[in-house]
C-alpha cells in the first residue's frame, strides 16, 4: 500500500526479492540435476535437491514453486513427470517441517535418517505405486526397469514388488544426496542469512518469536478460523475435482468405448466383404468342404490377431433354437466353433433377440460372462434380396478400457494432489498473514493491556498502534476502528479519573471539614486527626515495604485508611462539651460518656453507609472499623468490645498506635507533650499488649520519617 510506512514496504519487497531469488536458485539446481542424471546415464532423479532446499530455507510456498516449476519444465521433454509433482509437493512440505523442527543437523546422525526415509517413501514408495498405476499396471518401467528386472528374476518377489523394491533402493541413494546437500547448506550459511531467505508475508509489525508462538497458540471456544478456511477452501476443490474428474471420466470411458465400436465395427465390415452372402447356407452344409472356406476362417482368424483389443471374430445365423456357426475365427484346435454348431444365445442378448431375428442393426452389447468382459458388435450381412443371411459378429476386449480409465484417474488425482496442495499451501499462508495473526495479535494486545494507570493506559494505546496492520481490505478496517476506540477509551478513562481525583479531593475535604467542626468542640486535640492520618500513611507503607500483611496493604486499603482517618474521633460530636474539655481528671461515670465516642462514632458512618452504596464509598468500612474499634488493645482489655490480637482490624490496630503516639507527643491545657524518645519508649512498651508487635516494628523502624512528621507539626 502506498500509505504504508517506508519500513514495511522495504521489508515486502526485500522480502519478494529474497523469494525470487530462492526460487530461481532451487529451479537451476534442480534442473542441473536432473541434466546431470541424463547426461551421465546415472539411474537416480536428482530433481528433489532445490526444491527441499528451497523449502528448508524459504518455507512451504518457495519449495513448492520450484518443485512445480521443476516438473513443469521437465514435462516439456516429458510429459508424466507432470504427474509427479504432487510428490514433490509433499517432500517441499516434509521439507518445511523438518528444517522448522531442527532435523538438518549432523550432530544427531538419526535425525538425517529420519529424513531420508520418509523422502523415500515418498519418492520411491509413492512414486512407484503412480509409475505402476499410470502405465497400466506393467512391470519394468522408469529408470528403475533393469533394478527390477533383476529382483523379479530371483523369484522371490512378485512383479509389483520387484519394482516397488527397485524403485526405494533408487530412491534411497537419491534422496540421501539430497538430504546431505541440503543439510550442509543448512549448516554453512550464517543464522542472520537463513532469517532473510525465509518467506513470510507480515502485512503488520513483525512478532518475535515468542509472541508469534503466543499469538498461533491461541484458544478458541469452537475451532479456528484457520481450520474453517482450510475446511471450506479443500471441501470446495475435492467437491470441484470430484465433479470435474467424474466428468471427464465418464466423458473419456466414453470415448474409448466410441473408439472400441468404431474399430470393431470395421473389423466386421472388413469380415463381411469376405463373405458371399449367397453362399451361407453352402457354408453352413459342407463347412470344410465349401470352396474357399479355409481361405475365408484365416481371414477371420488374422483380423482377430490384427489388434490387442480384438477378442474374436465370427459369422452367426441366427435361429430361434439359437446360433448357427457359419465362420469362427479360433481354429478348432484352440477351442473355435465348428460350422453348423448350435451356440446357445447370451443372457445380454435376449432383449434383442426379436430385432436380430428380424435381421435388424442394433446397438453394440457390453456383457461380462464365462467368455470376459466384451462389447460385441453385430452388423447384419444381407444378400441381393435385402435378407440377412447372417451376422458378422465382433467381440472387442473391455479390460483395455478399464486399464485406461484407471491410468487416467492416476492421472487426474495426482495432478490434482499437486495443484490441491499447492493451492491450500498458499490459502494457509495468506489467512495466516492476512487474516490470522492480525486478529490474534489485536485481540492479545487488547487482552494483556492494563488500564490502571496512566502509563499502562498510554502503553495501551502504543501497543495497538503499534502493530501497524496493513492489509488493506475489512481486517485493516477492524484494525484502525479497535486502535482508535482504545484511544477513545484511554481518552474517557483519563477523564473519568480526573473527575474521581476532583470528587475524592471534595471528599476528603468534606471530611476534614467534618472533623475540624468535631475538633473546635475538642480545645485539647488541635490538628490530631490530620497528624494521625499521616502517622497512619507512614505505618502502612513501612509494613508494605517489610512484606507484612501483604494480602490486606493493597493501595485501595492504603488509601482508604489515609482518607477516613480523619473521622475516627467523628463519635465525640455526641460527647457533652462539658466533659470534652475538662482539664482535671474524669469521672469514672464521665469516662463512661467518653468511651461512648467510639460507638457513637460507628452509628453515625454506618447510617451514612445506608445512605450511599457501599462499593461508591469504601473509605467508609474502614471509617467504620476506625472510629469503633480504634481503642481496644492487643490484649483484649480494650473498649468498647474487648475483641483482641487480629480480631481487631487492621485498619483500628495501626490507627491505634498513631492516635496514641499523636496524643504522646502533643500538648494539651492540662500537659506538655513528651519528648520523641518518650513517647516513642512508651510505644514500644505496649507492644504485644496494648498495640500489635509488627505495627509496632514498623512504627519503630520508620522512626525518621515520624519524627520529621512530629517536627513539622510541633507547632500546630
Known amino acids: 500500500m502506498d500509505t504504508a510506512p517506508v519500513s514495511l514496504q522495504d521489508a515486502r519487497k526485500t522480502r519478494a526479492i529474497y523469494a525470487v531469488f530462492l526460487c530461481a536458485l532451487g529451479l537451476l539446481i534442480n534442473t542441473a540435476g536432473v541434466w546431470i542424471a541424463r547426461k551421465t546415464g546415472v539411474p537416480l532423479y536428482l530433481d528433489n535437491i532445490g526444491s527441499a532446499l528451497a523449502a528448508a530455507l524459504g518455507g512451504t510456498i518457495p519449495g513448492i514453486v520450484v518443485g512445480f516449476l521443476t516438473n513443469l519444465v521437465n514435462a516439456f521433454g516429458d510429459y508424466t513427470t507432470a504427474y509427479y509433482g504432487s510428490l514433490t509437493v509433499l517432500i517441499a512440505i516434509c521439507s518445511t517441517w523438518f528444517a522448522k523442527n531442527g532435523y538438518y543437523t ?5 535425525r538425517l535418517l529420519v529424513i531420508i526415509l520418509v523422502f523415500s517413501l515418498i519418492g520411491g514408495g509413492l512414486g512407484s505405486v503412480l509409475t505402476w498405476t499410470l502405465y497400466g499396471f506393467s512391470f519394468g518401467e522408469g529408470i528403475s526397469a533393469p533394478l527390477a528386472h533383476r529382483i523379479y528374476a530371483a523369484g522371490h518377489l512378485s512383479r509389483f514388488w520387484s519394482q516397488f523394491l527397485a524403485d526405494m533402493l533408487i530412491d534411497l541413494i537419491d534422496k540421501s544426496i539430497t538430504v546431505l546437500i541440503v543439510a550442509a547448506v543448512l549448516n554453512l550459511l550464517p543464522p542472520g542469512l537463513q532469517k532473510k531467505l525465509y518467506f513470510t508475508g507480515w502485512q503488520q509489525t513483525p512478532l518475535s518469536e515468542d509472541e508469534l508462538a503466543e499469538a498461533e497458540k491461541k484458544q478458541f471456544r469452537l475451532v479456528s478460523l484457520r481450520f474453517k478456511i482450510t475446511l471450506l477452501v479443500a471441501a470446495a476443490m475435492i467437491v470441484i475435482a470430484a465433479v470435474i474428474t467424474a466428468i471427464s471420466f465418464s466423458q473419456n470411458r466414453n470415448g474409448l468405448i466410441e473408439d472400441q465400436i468404431s474399430q470393431a465395427r470395421g473389423v466386421a465390415r472388413i469380415a463381411a466383404a ?18 474357399g472356406y479355409a481361405l475365408i476362417r484365416k481371414r477371420f482368424h488374422d483380423l482377430a490377431e490384427s489388434s490387442e483389443n480384438i477378442e474374436y471374430v465370427y459369422a452367426y445365423q441366427l435361429r430361434e433354437d439359437g446360433c448357427r456357426v457359419v465362420f469362427d475365427g479360433e481354429l478348432p484346435e484352440e477351442g473355435g466353433w465348428l460350422p453348423g454348431e448350435l451356440v446357445e444365445y447370451d443372457q445380454a442378448f435376449l432383449d434383442r433377440l426379436p430385432s436380430l431375428l428380424a435381421g435388424e442393426e442394433i446397438e453394440p452389447v457390453i456383457s461380462n460372462d464365462s467368455y470376459g468382459w466384451l462389447l460385441t458388435v453385430l452388423e447384419p450381412l444381407y444378400d441381393s434380396s435385402g435378407n440377412c443371411q447372417c451376422y458378422i459378429g465382433v467381440d472387442a476386449g473391455m479390460s483395455s478400457i478399464a486399464s485406461s480409465g484407471y491410468q487416467f484417474l492416476a492421472r487426474v488425482i495426482s495432478l490434482f494432489l499437486g495443484f490441491f496442495l499447492l493451492i491450500l499451501a498458499l490459502t494457509l499462508w495468506l489467512a495466516k498473514y492476512h487474516i490470522i495473526l492480525p486478529i490474534n495479535t489485536m485481540a492479545l494486545t487488547a487482552g494483556s493491556s492494563s488500564y490502571e494507570t496512566e502509563e499502562s493506559r498510554k502503553a495501551a494505546v502504543t501497543d495497538m498502534r503499534g502493530l501497524d496492520i496493513r492489509t488493506g ?18 481518552a ?16 476528603n475535604g468534606l471530611i476534614i471539614v467534618l472533623a475540624d467542626m468535631v475538633e473546635s468542640r475538642d480545645t485539647c486535640t488541635g490538628q490530631h486527626v490530620r497528624k494521625t492520618a499521616a502517622y497512619t500513611d507512614i505505618i502502612m507503607h513501612e509494613l508494605k515495604r517489610e512484606g507484612l ?30 466533659i470534652l474539655n475538662k482539664t482535671s481528671r474524669l469521672t469514672d461515670e464521665e469516662f463512661s460518656v467518653m468511651k461512648s ?56 490496630r495501626i490507627m491505634a498506635v498513631a ?17 520523641y524518645e518518650d513517647a516513642m519508649a512508651i510505644i514500644q512498651s505496649g507492644a504485644g499488649t496494648h498495640f500489635d508487635p509488627l505495627i509496632v516494628k514498623a512504627f519503630t523502624q520508620a522512626g525518621d520519617e515520624v519524627r520529621r512528621t512530629m517536627e513539622a507539626n510541633m507547632d500546630i
Open 106 to 110: 549432523f550432530k544427531k546422525p538419526w
Open 659 to 675: 492516635d496514641v503516639f499523636d496524643a504522646l507527643v502533643s500538648k494539651r491545657s492540662y500537659k506538655n507533650g513528651l519528648s
Open 549 to 578: 500483611y501483604a494480602d490486606q496493604l493493597t493501595d485501595e486499603f492504603m488509601s482508604d485508611v489515609v482518607s477516613s482517618a480523619p473521622l475516627h474521633d467523628i463519635g465525640k460530636i455526641k460527647v457533652s462539651d462539658l
Open 597 to 652: 465516642h467510639t460507638t457513637a462514632g460507628a452509628e453515625v458512618i454506618e447510617h451514612a453507609m445506608r445512605m450511599v452504596s457501599e462499593e461508591n464509598s469504601p473509605y467508609l468500612r474502614e471509617a467504620d472499623n476506625l472510629a469503633l474499634y480504634h481503642h481496644e488493645k492487643w490484649d483484649g482489655s480494650g473498649y468498647p468490645t474487648g475483641i483482641k490480637g487480629e480480631q481487631i482490624p487492621l485498619s483500628a
Open 492 to 507: 474517557a478513562i483519563e477523564h473519568a479519573e480526573h473527575q474521581k481525583q476532583i470528587i475524592r479531593k471534595l471528599q
Open 473 to 490: 481490505d475489512e481486517i485493516e478496517n477492524l484494525y484502525q476502528s479497535v486502535a482508535q476506540t482504545t484511544e477513545d477509551m484511554v
Open 274 to 291: 469376405a463373405i458371399d452372402p449367397g453362399r451361407v447356407d453352402e457354408y453352413l452344409e459342407k463347412g470344410e468342404d465349401a470352396e
